[in-house]
């Protein structure tokens, strides 16, 4: 059974009763009686003392924890550290220069509040081609970019035969991610409880993508026609749909490729595919802007829990019911139709469920 925290009362009556039973001739139940007082005050200590020890039970375990400092450690205990903050790279920003002529690294760029070091010495073309492999000098999200962004030459004195516009690759600058959550590190950590290092099982993998910075969640795959190939799809902080980008794509492998099994003859990091599932609701009884934003709200943040991607011979079903309680469970929804999809969908080939366009009919 449980242990159950007094309340006031019952520790009260519990102080009365003790004093009565070892104090012969005291009367407890007189209103104002010096006993009667001094019971109250035992029992609010003794009350105050019950809900610290309950707080500190939970603190014991990972699942119930809920302080910061607790939750650090419990996942140290396991291996688990909050991941820093990470600086964005790029394979190539593109320009021109002076042909065939060498420079060096350490070539200054700026897109906005974000400066970006050329990371190796590059050569230009016959033509005065050539790009750069990039860095950035600040950690953060804020610091990656899309391809065919453009980034400022910072120092066209220095190098007055470059150009003064240069173009982000098709990789795009990416990898870039804010310092974790205690909540994300928590939820890492319980993983890693429930997954212990298995000799390249496919979980190990997961863990290693998972341990890239930005990376929310990770699934891993093996082709059941090609044994020796593996595939980690995975999710990024900060991105349209959490789906990471090319240069996102570039870390995770990186990281995979540092620590993967020798056994293992091919892994590879994918972004998955994102299938946005439309949704029509009739007959909403309270069709209103925060009734339709909460609805909004509940069946992305149940796609994000519930769903993965899904592969040719692993396929993932997302389910009607799903939806149906996520818009249910919206503050303010009383009544409602779900009028598409009318199925249950299935994932293959990478897919990965996201929010669509919801549609309101009468």
Not at 2 to 29: C, H, N, V
Not at 320 to 326: G, H, K, M, R, Y
Not at 330 to 341: K, Q, Y
Request: charge should be negative; charged fraction near 20%; glycine fraction near 10%.
């Amino acid at each position: 059974m449980a242990w159950q925290i007094r309340s006031l009362p019952e520790a009260s009556a519990r102080a009365r009763g003790a004093f009565r039973k070892y104090m012969s001739g005291t009367d407890s139940a007189l209103l104002n009686n010096f006993v009667t007082v001094v019971g109250k005050v035992l029992a609010g200590m003794a009350h105050e003392f019950e809900l610290r020890m309950a707080w500190l039970a939970k603190q014991m375990f990972l699942s119930t924890a809920t302080s910061d400092q607790f939750i650090i450690q419990l996942c140290s205990d396991v291996g688990i550290y909050r991941k820093a903050a990470s600086k964005a790279m790029g394979l190539s920003v593109i320009g021109t220069g002076a042909p065939e002529v060498t420079y060096p690294a350490g070539i200054r760029f700026i897109s906005g509040s974000n400066t970006y070091l050329s990371s190796n010495p590059a050569t230009a073309d016959a033509l005065g081609n050539v790009s750069f492999p990039v860095v950035s000098e600040a950690v953060g999200g804020a610091a990656n970019r899309d391809a065919g962004g453009l980034l400022a030459l910072a120092d066209p004195v220095l190098y007055p035969e470059l150009s003064t516009v240069w173009t982000v690759g098709d990789a795009g600058i990416g990898g870039g991610a804010d310092a974790e959550s205690i909540d994300e590190m928590k939820a890492r950590g319980l993983y890693r409880k429930q997954n212990p290092p298995g000799g390249g099982k496919l979980t190990d993998y997961e863990d290693i993508v998972l341990s890239v910075a930005g990376v929310l969640k990770a699934w891993a795959f093996r082709d059941p026609y090609a044994p020796g190939f593996l595939v980690v799809l995975f999710l990024f902080k900060g991105r349209p749909n959490l789906i990471p980008t090319a240069g996102d794509v570039l870390v995770v492998q990186a990281a995979i490729d540092a620590k993967r099994l020798i056994r293992v003859d091919d892994s590879v990091a994918a972004a998955p595919v994102a299938l946005p599932i439309d949704i029509t609701i009739n007959g909403l009884s309270s069709d209103t802007a925060d009734v339709r934003a909460a609805i909004s709200a509940g069946v992305t943040d149940m796609l994000y829990e519930r769903g993965k991607p899904g592969i040719a011979g692993d396929t993932f079903t997302v389910s009607l019911s799903w939806i149906d309680e996520a818009i249910s469970a919206a503050t303010g929804e009383d009544r409602h139709v779900l009028a598409w999809p009318l199925d249950d969908i299935t994932l293959t080939n990478g897919q990965y469920p996201v929010l669509g366009v919801i549609t309101y009919g009468a």
